[in-house]
C-alpha cells in the first residue's frame, strides 16, 4: 500500500455524524492531525464516495451509515486542504452528514482517534478554530442555515 501523500492530491469523503433531535455533533479526536474532526477517510480506486462513507462509518465508529435529512446522499460540502505533519498532502474533501443519536455511537477506532465527543452546535462554534478542522466553523454556520425551524 502506499503512503497517503501519494499521490500528492486526492480525495476524501469525510461524515458528520448529527443527532437531528439535539443538534449535536460527533468529533473525534484524530492522533495523526491531532484536531478534532469528523469521521471519514480516503475514496479508493474506482470507489464511490458515497461507498467510503459506508465502510469508513462502520471501520471507524462501528455503526451503520445512515444520511441525514439535509442532505440526503449527497455531499453538503467541499473543501480543500493542506494536511498537517509528515506527508504533506491535499485533501479534496466531500462532506455527507449522516444521522445518529447521542447514544448510539459506544465504540470507535482507537488506533485512529484517542476520543469522540458530542457537541452542540453553537459549542462547535465556541471551539477555538486551530482545535478544529480548518472548515469546521464554516460547515457547523452553514448546517445551522440549512436546518429546518
Do not use: N
Not at 500528492?8 to 473525534?28: I, N, Q, T, W
Not at 478554530?129 to 440549512?146: C, E, N
Amino acid at each position: 500500500m502506499r503512503k497517503p501523500d501519494v499521490p500528492a492530491v486526492h480525495l476524501v469523503s469525510y461524515f458528520v455524524v448529527l443527532d437531528e433531535k439535539r443538534g449535536e455533533l460527533l468529533l473525534v479526536a484524530h492522533r495523526k492531525a491531532g484536531l478534532w474532526l469528523p469521521s471519514g477517510g480516503h475514496v479508493e480506486p474506482r470507489e464511490d464516495p458515497w461507498d467510503t462513507v459506508v465502510r469508513e462509518c462502520r471501520e471507524e465508529l462501528c455503526v451503520e451509515a445512515v444520511p441525514a435529512v439535509v442532505a440526503g446522499r449527497e455531499p453538503f460540502f467541499l473543501t480543500v486542504t493542506q494536511t498537517r505533519g509528515q506527508g504533506r498532502h491535499t485533501d479534496v474533501s466531500l462532506w455527507y452528514v449522516l444521522r445518529a443519536d447521542v447514544g448510539s455511537v459506544v465504540t470507535f477506532d482507537e488506533g485512529e482517534f484517542s476520543a469522540i465527543k458530542w457537541l452542540s452546535l453553537s459549542q462547535v462554534l465556541a471551539e477555538p478554530g486551530d482545535t478544529l478542522d480548518p472548515h469546521m466553523h464554516r460547515f457547523t454556520r452553514k448546517l445551522m442555515a440549512a436546518r429546518p425551524g
